[in-house]
Nanobody
């Protein structure tokens, strides 16, 4: 069982930056592929980014490529999401997730994740 806790959300102006953190406890952190998701009011949860177990492979949804960076520190059992040039439409609750898909190519699907954090609110003002 893995317990995930996000932090770092808040209010930022459009064009600003935030860095989200996700701390894990329980389980063996390095054996999980980690993902970041977000859900805006009235919308479905969408994947943002995923990172492989050793942090070598990373995937991003097209809308955040070049602006967001996912990273992890297995020694600290933590992962991060650096978000730059934020847009008002990216206001959402951001979730950290851990899973063990057979292939990293499956890492951008929410169904592949078994453990979820409680979410952290990110609000981008215009």
């Amino acid at each position: 069982q893995v317990h995930l806790v996000e932090s770092g959300g808040g209010l930022v102006q459009a064009g600003g930056s935030l860095r989200l953190s996700c701390a894990a406890s329980g389980g063996t952190f390095s054996t999980y592929i980690m993902g970041w998701f977000r859900q805006a009011p009235g919308k479905e949860r969408e994947v943002i980014a995923a990172i492989s177990r050793a942090g070598i492979n990373r995937s991003y949804v097209d809308s955040v490529k070049g602006r967001f960076t996912i990273s992890r520190d297995n020694a600290k059992k933590s992962k991060y999401l650096q978000m730059n040039s934020l847009k008002p439409e990216e206001t959402a609750v951001y979730y950290c997730a851990a899973g063990a898909p057979r292939s990293f190519s499956d890492s951008m699907a929410a169904s592949e994740y078994d453990y979820w954090g409680q979410g952290t609110q990110v609000t981008v003002s215009s």
